[in-house]
């Protein structure tokens, strides 16, 4: 067994209906087994200059079940030959919407331009199940270990502080 399967059978697959709507191009589709994301395909020749973004059709509409969503995600291998992301990632696929998918890409280069031609694997698409939320409004939150920290507030990012980098240099002697 190359990949893990459920010994359970839990977690098969989803019913999703599809409406080709070029069709000389494929359904979404897995490459490998085990894969989260189905390729999406661009029915267009498209040529995004450095910077520029641009709306690209996907030749299908889907219906999914009451209570999962499709995520548009970008494609690894273009953001990181190309620079090639989706501006909105992840988009969001509701159940109810009943249009094509388009995805909103983006040549995040600032030289090259970059083409694609009409069939090229543009995005992935990842159908998950989604839980509907119940807001309350209320005076005060219930404390929590993090609280209002947010925006980098863990660290990691921190530039170093010139005052302390120029004394740890010249508290350093040689050996």
């Known amino acids: ?54 709306m690209v059709p996907t030749g299908v509409a889907i219906a999914l079940p009451a209570g999962y ?3 548009v995600h970008p494609r690894s291998g273009l953001a990181h030959r190309f620079g090639v992301g989706v501006v909105n990632a992840p988009g969001t696929v509701d159940a109810g919407y009943r249009g094509e998918i ?11 331009t970059v083409r694609l031609r009409r069939g090229d694997r543009i995005a992935q698409l990842v159908v998950q ?16 270990a993090r609280g209002e920290g947010g925006h980098g507030s863990t660290g990691g990012f921190e530039a170093p502080d010139p005052q302390t980098a120029q004394t740890d240099q010249t508290t350093k002697t040689e050996v």
């Open 102 to 112: 388009k995805v909103l890409l983006v040549n995040h280069d600032r030289t090259d």
């Open 1 to 54: 067994m190359t990949t893990w399967e459920d010994p359970a059978g839990a977690g098969g697959p989803v019913e999703v209906l599809v409406r080709r709507l070029d069709p000389d191009l494929p359904l979404p589709a897995y490459a490998h087994p085990g894969d989260a994301g189905a390729d999406l395909v661009t029915t267009q020749d498209v040529v995004l200059e450095p910077g520029q973004r641009a």
């Open 129 to 144: 199940r989604v839980e509907r939320a119940r807001f309350h409004e209320v005076e005060l939150l219930p404390g929590s």
């Open 69 to 71: 969503a499709a995520f």
